[in-house]
């Protein structure tokens, strides 16, 4: 009908490229809202010429004309009462048959909303992350409490030693090295530094007694001495 009355056209006069390319242009129309009111509100049956798609003269009485334009009205007064009937129903959850028509434009997404959705979302894992790894920590403070003092110096070298040996383990290395020749070398050398310590503790009280047996016989001398000129009837 668009055809004929806007172009003066008839789908018979066609090929199908040219029929494509009008209903094109036709769904654009459609979609922008610039056809006619009658198109959008529904055209009745009775005000379509039979020769909306076709110039060919059907040689049709007049009787048989005023029959057919009757069933047309009827049939489309049931389908607008059926129309309405429907409208006036809640909706329901039976799938029905996809009604034909024009195909709408997608909505136009927004990047910008995308990507402020996509920020928000990875700063909340981000937040969750930390205060797992905050609770993780403090859990495993509570069941192994970590050491203090000179006993964390020695569980850091342990540990150094342990992260070193893993690194550069090989088939080179020697048993001793596998089977915890590092950790032996660590307590000999703890051992040692006792010794010494020890040592030096030893010469040290070794000194000290050294000095107090030189000051006793030194002042031991010098009462000697005195007694001996005051034997002489010295001054003393």
């Excluded at 007049?62 to 129903?89: M, P």
């Excluded at 329901?92 to 048959?97: E, H, L």
């Excluded at 530094?193 to 020890?198: G, H, V």
């Amino acid at each position: 009908m668009w055809l004929s009355e806007e172009r003066s056209i008839f789908f018979s006069d066609l090929d199908s490229a040219q029929s494509r390319k009008l209903f094109r242009k036709f769904v654009r129309r459609w979609n922008s809202g610039k056809l006619k009111k009658k198109y959008y509100s529904g055209i009745q049956s009775s005000s379509l010429r039979h020769s909306s798609q076709t110039d060919y003269k059907w040689k049709v009485s007049s009787e048989d004309k005023d029959k057919l334009t009757s069933v047309c009205d009827q049939v489309s007064s049931w389908t607008s009462a059926s129309s309405f009937k429907h409208e006036q129903e809640p909706s329901s959850s039976v799938i029905g048959p996809r009604v034909i028509g024009p195909v709408m434009k997608p909505a136009k997404r927004d990047p910008y909303k995308e990507e402020e959705e996509f920020e928000r979302q990875r700063e909340h894992l981000k937040k969750e992350r930390k205060e797992y790894r905050k609770y993780n920590e403090m859990v495993m403070d509570e069941i192994l409490p970590k050491a203090t003092g000179f006993a964390a110096k020695i569980e850091k070298k342990r540990a150094r030693v342990e992260a070193r040996r893993e690194r550069e383990i090989s088939p080179d290395f020697n048993e001793s090295t596998l089977m915890g020749g590092a950790t032996s070398d660590i307590k000999a050398k703890l051992m040692t530094e006792q010794k010494q310590r020890e040592h030096r503790a030893q010469a040290a009280s070794q000194k000290i007694i050294d000095y107090q047996a030189k000051e006793k016989a030194r002042v031991a001398a010098i009462l000697e001495q005195a007694r001996a000129n005051k034997k002489e009837g010295s001054l003393w």
